[in-house]
C-alpha cells in the first residue's frame, strides 16, 4: 500500500479513469456522499413516503410498457420487434424479439422482461442521483417538511473527504459529484444509494439470469455469483467504482447493488429480504401483468429494500491506506455530533460495542455474502474512536 505522498502515480492512473469515464458518461459512483459531517441541529424528515410513491410508480409505468408490447404480440404485429432495435434490449436480450407474436410473447411473461421495462422506466444512475438532488434540496419539497431537514450535505471545505488525499491526487475531484445525506423509513443513507440500487442492482440482476440460465446455478449460488462478479476487476469497488476513483471500496454501495438485485428478482418472484420471503411485486392477470393487490396497500413498501447497510458510519468503507489516517482524524473531530444523531439527548447511549458490533452484523445482507470487503480491523468504527478519545 502507498502512503499518501506516494499515493500520486495511482491518482494519476485515476485521472485516466476520469476521463474515460466522462467520456463515456459518469457512472452513478462517481457520486459520494459524506456521511459523518452531520448538521448542527435539527432533525431530518423522513422520506418513506417519497420513495415508496417514486418507485411503485416506476413499477407500473414498468408494467404498462409490458403489457402495451404484449397487446403487440397479441395483434400478431411481428415487425414490433425487431431484433435489431436496441430499445428493446442489447445482445442476446434482443434475439427474443423475432417476426413472430407468439415468440415474442415467451419473453414478454418471463421475469426479464418486466424488469427490463421497469428499469427503462427510471433515470439513468447519473440523472436519478441529480434529479434527487435539484428535487429535495428545492424550496416547493422543503415546503412541505417545514423546519425538517429533507437531504444535507457539507461545503467542499467543511466534508470529511477535504484532507483526505494528498493535494495533487486527481481523485479529489470525483468529491465534486456530491450526493446528500437523508433518512429513508428510520435508515440514514445517501441519494448515490439509490442510483446503486436501481443500476448496479440491475447490472447484478443481469449477471444472475445469466449464471441462473446458462450455467445452472441455484438461486443462492448465482446470487453470490453476482455479488462478487463486481468486487474485483475493472468496473468494481476495488478499481474504477472504489479505490481508483474514491480511495475506498464502499461496503454500503456494494449492499445496495445486491439488494437492488433482490428489488428485480421481487417483481415477479418471491425472494428473502430482512430474512423474509416477500411474495412478487408484479402478477399474472390473464393475458396481462398487474401490481399485486398488496403492494399499493402497504404504506412502507419500500422499507423493505432499505436497511442499515446503507450506513457508512453503521456500515464503513474500507479506506486505501494512504488515506486512513486523515479520515480517522477527520471523523474522531467529529465523533461527538455523530453521537448525537445515533444516541440523542432523551436516549440512552448505545452500549459500549454497539458500533462495533453493527460492522460485523452488517458484514452480511442477513447472513447472506454480497461481497463485504472482510477487513474488519482496517475498518473506522465509532467504538475505536471513543476508546482513542478515552485514552488521550
Known sequence: MLTNRSAILPGFVSLAWCLLVLLGGAPSMAHEVDQYTVPADGEFTDLGDYFNDYFIHAIEEGVRRTNRRIDMALDGDGSQFDPRDKRYGSGALRTYYTSTGGQALGYLYSGKAVAHYVRKSIPDAVTLIEGLERDLHSKKVKAQYPDQIVAYHPSDFKCVFAKAHFPLDPRAVFRLWRASSIKVNDTYAGTDKIGHFVDMGYNYYKVYTRLREKKGLSKREAMYGAAHAFDSGIMSESSILGYATAGAYSNADMTANYV??????????????????????????????????????????????????????????????????????AITKRYENLMRWYAPEGKDRQAPGYFRDKVYELATYYNSDYSHSGKFEQLINLDDIALEIEAE
Open 260 to 329: 437492488g438485485c433482490l428489488f428485480y428478482r421481487n417483481l415477479t418472484e418471491p425472494v428473502r429480504l430482512k430474512g423474509k420471503i416477500r411474495p412478487p411485486i408484479v402478477v399474472r392477470s390473464g393475458d396481462y401483468w398487474k401490481l399485486n393487490d398488496y403492494v399499493k396497500g402497504e404504506p412502507d413498501f419500500f422499507s423493505w429494500f432499505i436497511s442499515d447497510h446503507y450506513d457508512e458510519v453503521l456500515n464503513p468503507s474500507h479506506y486505501e491506506r494512504g488515506m486512513r489516517g486523515a479520515m480517522r482524524k
